[in-house]
């Protein structure tokens, strides 16, 4: 079975430009998970999606920040414009059901210059 | 609000022998579901083991064991005959319901050295 699948794995920019991060869920999950992981915060969780709709968006950072599930299984995370505080490795999760645990895709690794 | 505590943020071991982790956590409610994860170099989230709270037995995975001490909200994870590569950063979660949905509240982390 494919995991779940993360475009791209790394992205180098300079600051003010659009970053759209990718994420393909696992067939069957209803439950989407986007973390931020950096040495000095750790594993932060963004936002999460049950069904395709947001459940809880309070760990987005600002308004710069947004995401979407287009369909039931496919997600962006969007920041516009991009600031060199936001380099960071963007994971992206799926879960079904109930108790299921959590199935990360590989991150992409995101630096803003 | 529920917390996750790893209060060890490196730890070594010697190949072949073992080694606990610890976790924490504080919540007030009585269902709930624990989870170690691994996150080696390559920086991939690997799903290590899960405990149901409602279950007493302590579950096990090969190498892998947890100590569940539920009065105490304690969740140790405990390494037997460490290899190479279990060099890794190893976190604990904690997941609450909301809505429907399992959101997970990760711990700091504990970046763990198997030395040859």
């Known amino acids: 079975d494919a995991g779940v699948i993360q475009s791209p794995r790394h992205e180098v920019t300079e600051m003010g430009q659009e970053v759209t991060l990718r994420c393909k869920l696992i067939s069957g999950h209803n439950s989407l998970f986007w973390y931020r992981q950096t040495m000095m915060r750790g594993l932060e969780l963004l936002i999460y999606?049950?069904?395709?709709?947001?459940?809880?968006d309070s760990g987005m950072p600002e308004d710069r920040f947004s995401a979407k599930m287009p369909n039931a299984s496919f997600s962006t995370l969007k920041i516009q414009p991009s600031e060199p505080r936001d380099s960071a490795v963007y994971f992206c999760a799926s879960s079904g059901t109930g108790n299921q645990p959590q199935h990360f895709g590989d991150g992409t690794r995101l630096s803003i210059l | 609000a529920q917390t996750v505590t790893q209060s060890q943020p490196e730890m070594s071991v010697q190949e072949a022998e073992t080694v606990t982790l610890s976790c924490t956590y504080d919540?007030?409610?009585?269902?709930?579901?624990l989870f170690w994860y691994k996150q080696p170099p390559s920086r991939q989230m690997i799903l290590v083991i899960r405990q149901e709270a409602y279950k007493q037995q302590n579950a096990t995975e090969n190498r892998f064991s947890v100590n569940f001490q539920k009065a105490a909200k304690s969740f140790s994870l405990k390494i037997s005959d460490s290899q190479l590569g279990d060099t890794a950063m190893y976190f604990c979660a904690f997941t609450e319901t909301f809505s429907g949905t399992y959101k997970y509240i990760f711990g700091t982390g504990t970046r763990l050295k198997v030395l040859a």
């Open positions: 999606f049950n069904n395709n709709v947001p459940i809880d």
């Open positions: 919540t007030s409610e009585n269902n709930y579901y």
